[in-house]
Structures are given as C-alpha cells and as structure tokens.
C-alpha cells in the first residue's frame, strides 16, 4: 500500500511555531546590522550580470538609477544576500523571493475575471516565510517615499500590512484547509486598486495587438520594431523558439494544450521588459486563432536561478522554467491556464500569456490613504501565499496574536530602506566612475 506522506498535526504544527520563537524571537526582526556583510554591493551586483547580454546591461543599470524604489527592484541578489546572514525561523514556505509592491498585480483568471495576486516569480524558492515579509515591507517604505508620502505614512503602512498578515494567518489557519486554499483577496473596496482595475480592464490581447504590432503583406500582424526594446530575431532563432513550443505543450494540462493547438504563430521578437529582468532573454510570439481578432501573445523568458538559491539547501535539478511555474502554482489562488515551460540552446525559460489583462500599482495611486489601503490587501495577499505553500498552523503559532511582530517589521523596514539608500548611492557612483555604464533610462 502507498504510504501518503503528512505533516504535522495542526496543534502539534502551532507548538513547534512557538518554539521556534526561542531561536529567533519576534522582536529580533527588527535589527539589520550592515557589518554581517562581507561583500561589496557594487561588485555582487556587477557579478551577478554576468550571464545577461551584455550590449543591453546599460538599459537595466539606466532603469535601476532613476531612484531608490528603482535600483531595490533590480538588486534583488543584494537582499538575498544580506537575508541569508540573518538568523532565521526555519519555518518554509514557497516564498516570491521579489516581493515589493509592484509585483502583485491585477490579472485574468481562467474563468476570465480579473484577480490580484502575486505575479512575479522569477525568484521564487523555497526559503523562509519571513524573508519575503521584510522585501515588501521594505518595498512600501521606499515606494511610499517615492510617491510623496511623509516618513509617519510610510512606516504606518507596513505596521498596517503586518498587522493584515498576521490576521490572515491566523483566518486562513482556522479554515477548513480546502476552503483556505481556494481564498481570494477582494479587491472592489479598496482605494489604491480601483484605477489598477480600469488599466488592467484595459490591458486585452487586442489592445496590445494595436501597442505591438503593425499590418503584414505574409501575415495577418508582424511586430513593430522600436529597437533595442522590440527587436526581430533571426530566422535560425525563431526556428529555434518556435520548437520549443512543442515540449512546453506537453507541460500543460490535456486541455490547455487542447486551446493551443487552435493557434498558429504569425511573428517572433525579442522584447526588453521590466526592471530586474532587463538583459535576459525574453521572446514574444505573436500568434491568431479564431481570425484577426483572435490574438494570443506567448511570452518565452528566460529564467535563470533564483538569487537565493546560494544560501538555502541544495533542490533537486530541475529546468528553472518549471521551479518557477510549480512555485506560482503554488502561492497563487489561480494561475495562467497556458502557464508552462521550455528549453533551448542550454538556456531554461517560462512560457506564459503576455499582457492579459495585467496592471500593476503607479505612485499617484500609493498618496496618502491609497499606501496604506495598498498595504493592507499586500498583507493579505502574502499571507494567503504562504498559507497555501507551507504550513500556516506553524506560522501562526510562531507570530501569535500580539503586535511584536509588527513593531519588528516596520522597524526592519526602515531600516533596510536607509541601506538601500546607502547601497544606491554607491550605485550611482559607481556610474559616475563608469565602473558601472548605464544609458538614459526610458
């Protein structure tokens, strides 16, 4: 007979939360000590670049210069780092890896309504659940600032996110675990999300078809080029992307793939997208199915390991595509029905819809009410995450019903922001020198 593995029991699992606060108090989240480092920011970061293309690192180091908020999106392997020096919970989850706030966002289900979630996973591992916590608190500190907010507002809003995880631990712990695991966060009511609606409303495969591409005499549509940004490929590449859509199919569930053979591909281009991302390969094929207004948009990225992959247990090998498709699967409620992944030329990639109804946050939309209402669904959006990859019961026990922890994590917020800052500045620095070349971001 199949012996079913188990964890433990749901008591047994809040018990070993609460004494796992012997190791690592609660209050003990807050402190960030800068001499754990024994690395030069400058120097890490240029060392983790080494694999991207170069002609096009400029264009991300141009993106990362434009602020603090900026250059923290692109330096997650300086996080990842510093995490690693900090005593930890031992209590693991599937974490983001990059979590700040514009990495959730609003996004089409499969059933066709729009959701908020976490919708980045390039970094993604499993790692401690309080390693992603202090990223996005972090990330409401700096990208509080940047949007106006006064210093009281901005570490208000990550005790308010803290205080909105906690309380949807401990929800979700007290569920029946099947109902817990289909939790979706309700957005209607909040401030900061109703212009995310409208833009992500707006955000179709039609629209992006009118932003992308322009008439073709061989096909319906071809991509516009607006190089570096939008490039075509060469013939012998798209071959090659092209090819590796038939292994990604088989990644696929039997009636995804059942969607996708309804499409056939009309054109294939390079794209430069994000701010972290900038510099890896990513493709975008343009495909039709039902006629000219039917198009689908597959975007082939490559993924890399994850940063934190150096300072946790070695994972069993796997293509890098699929770690991160099996994580996303995992934090979120639903995910893209046409999610999967791929390899060619040595080189792993995720395969996902491109511009399906997505939005992300803007800074007028993080003034004043709208921060902390934004804080408080990141809060609740996290927790339900982690709740559906790990052990919440542990968890639970573990940040317990008081407000240690979120005097802790506001205080390590703060904190972090200011080496952020430090870090940046020698960033900048490191440009002037040209040490680090960096083109005029756009």
């Known amino acids: 007979m199949m012996k079913i593995p188990t964890l433990l029991g749901c008591e047994q699992s809040k018990r070993l939360g609460q004494k796992r606060r012997s190791k690592v108090g609660r209050s003990k989240h807050a402190t960030w000590n800068a001499k754990r480092r024994n690395y030069d920011p400058v120097d890490l970061l240029i060392a983790a670049n080494r ?4 002609a096009l690192l400029p264009i991300k180091m141009g993106r990362m210069a434009t602020s603090p908020f900026a250059f923290f999106r692109g330096s997650v392997p300086l996080m990842a780092a510093d995490l690693a020096t900090m005593p930890n919970t031992d209590i693991d989850v599937q974490i983001c890896g990059d979590a700040h706030v514009r990495n959730l966002g609003a996004f089409a289900a499969p059933d066709g309504k729009l959701v908020f979630d976490i919708n980045d996973f390039d970094e993604t591992i499993q790692g401690p659940w309080e390693w992603d916590l202090k990223r996005l608190g972090t990330s409401l500190i700096l990208a509080g600032r940047e949007a106006g907010n006064s210093e009281r507002v901005c570490r208000e809003s990550v005790r308010k996110f803290t205080a909105r995880y906690r309380a949807t631990i401990h929800a979700l712990a007290s569920m029946p675990f ?8 309700r957005i209607s009511a909040d401030i900061a999300l109703k212009s995310l609606l409208h833009k992500a409303e707006r955000a179709t495969p039609l629209q992006s078809l009118e932003k992308l591409t322009v008439p073709s005499r061989k096909s319906l549509r071809r991509f516009r080029e607006t190089k570096p940004f939008l490039t075509h490929v060469s013939r012998a590449l798209e071959q090659n992307i092209l090819q590796s859509l038939v292994p990604y199919r088989e990644t696929l569930a039997p009636e995804h793939r059942h969607i996708l053979d309804f499409y ?4 294939v281009a390079f794209k430069v997208v994000g701010t972290g991302s900038v510099a890896t390969r990513d493709y975008i094929v343009l495909m039709f199915g039902n006629g000219p207004a039917d198009p689908l948009f597959l975007q082939v990225k490559e993924e890399p390991r994850s940063a934190y992959a150096a300072y946790l247990p070695p994972s069993p090998a796997m293509n890098q595509g699929q770690r991160v498709v099996e994580g996303q ?4 409620t639903q995910s893209d029905l046409l999610l999967g992944w791929t390899s060619f030329d040595g080189r792993d990639y995720l395969v996902r819809q491109m511009s399906d109804h997505k939005a992300s946050i803007d800074n007028k939309d993080l003034l004043g009410k709208g921060l902390a209402s934004y804080a408080r669904t ?18 639970a026990g573990y940040i317990g019903t ?14 972090y922001a200011g080496q952020v800052t430090t870090d940046y500045e020698l960033f900048k620095k490191a440009i002037r020198s040209g040490k680090i070349k960096a083109a005029r971001a756009t």
């Open 51 to 54: 694999d991207r293309i170069p």
């Open 178 to 185: 099947l109902e817990a695991a289909r939790h979706r966060v």
């Open 264 to 267: 056939r591909p009309a054109d």
């Open 329 to 332: 699967r995992r934090m979120q």
């Open 378 to 395: 990141c809060g609740e959006v996290l927790a339900k995450a982690h709740a559906r990859s790990g052990d919440p019961y542990a968890i």
């Open 402 to 415: 008081g407000t240690k922890l979120d005097k802790a994590a506001e205080k390590f917020a703060v904190a």
